[in-house]
């Protein structure tokens, strides 16, 4: 079965700062998608960046930035120039493509920004 | 254009008795699913549609849960003879289809069982 493991339930960052959440995962698949998703206090989970597996280099989004480390099942997400509207919880996703069409997410990680 | 939309926001109710959620996905997303989210917890996976077919319906808890979705659309996850342990918020996203899209979410429902 898949599992993604967040590790830090809790980090916080100096606004402007970098900042970066883990995320572990263990599969036996090789082709498979791996999601960071943000949801701030109102609940309402957005996307933030996404990676293909069979891709080696690692995707950005603005600030946003991953270190996909396939070999080691390491999906990390790098926070750069924090802003405080960064703050939320952050949740690890991992999907594959089949009939099933299952997703299993993080516990995640509460992200506090300090001005 | 809208986004997913749920119903009620918020739902207390008695144990024992049956609660029905409602999801409206985005117009055009194939693919709809139910998560269930505990306090300051993550998402548990419940089930999946593409159209109108849940392929794998093992991610429900017990059988007192069931979904369905009608003209590719609108789903209802109903739980019968609800239990405290029910008590979370469901989350309800849709996607154009499975794997890599994005799933966009709904603002979800509080169910609080008492």
């Known amino acids: 079965a898949q599992t993604v493991t967040q590790s830090q339930p809790e980090m916080s960052v100096q606004e402007a700062e970098t900042v970066t959440l883990s995320c572990t995962y263990d599969?036996?698949?090789?082709?498979?998608?791996l999601f960071w998703y943000k949801q701030p206090p109102s609940r309402q989970m957005i996307l933030v960046i996404r990676?293909?597996?069979?891709?080696?280099q690692n995707a950005t989004e603005n600030r946003f930035s991953v270190n996909f480390q396939k070999a080691a099942k390491s999906f990390s997400l790098k926070i750069s120039d924090s802003q405080l509207g960064d703050a939320a919880m952050y949740f690890c996703?991992?999907?594959?493509?089949?009939?099933?069409?299952?997703?299993?997410f993080g516990d995640g990680t509460t992200l506090t920004v300090k001005p | 254009g809208a986004g997913v939309s749920q119903s009620p926001s918020n739902k207390v109710t008695e144990k024992g008795k049956d609660v029905e959620l409602r999801c409206d996905p985005i117009?055009?997303?194939?693919?709809l699913y139910w998560y269930r989210q505990s306090l300051g917890q993550g998402l548990e996976f419940l089930i999946y549609?593409?159209?109108?077919?849940?392929?794998?319906k093992s991610g429900l808890p017990s059988d007192r849960f069931s979904a369905e979705r009608t003209g590719g659309s609108v789903s209802t996850l109903t739980i019968q003879r609800t239990q405290q342990e029910d008590s979370a918020v469901y989350l309800c996203?849709?996607?154009?289809?499975?794997?890599?899209?994005?799933?966009?979410f709904g603002p979800g429902t509080r169910l609080t069982v008492t």
């Open positions: 549609f593409q159209g109108n077919s849940a392929p794998d």
């Open positions: 990676q293909e597996a069979y891709k080696q």
């Open positions: 996703a991992y999907s594959y493509n089949t009939n099933a069409g299952k997703s299993t």
């Open positions: 117009s055009g997303h194939t693919a």
């Open positions: 599969t036996s698949e090789s082709d498979y998608y």
């Open positions: 996203a849709s996607s154009f289809s499975r794997g890599f899209y994005e799933q966009y």
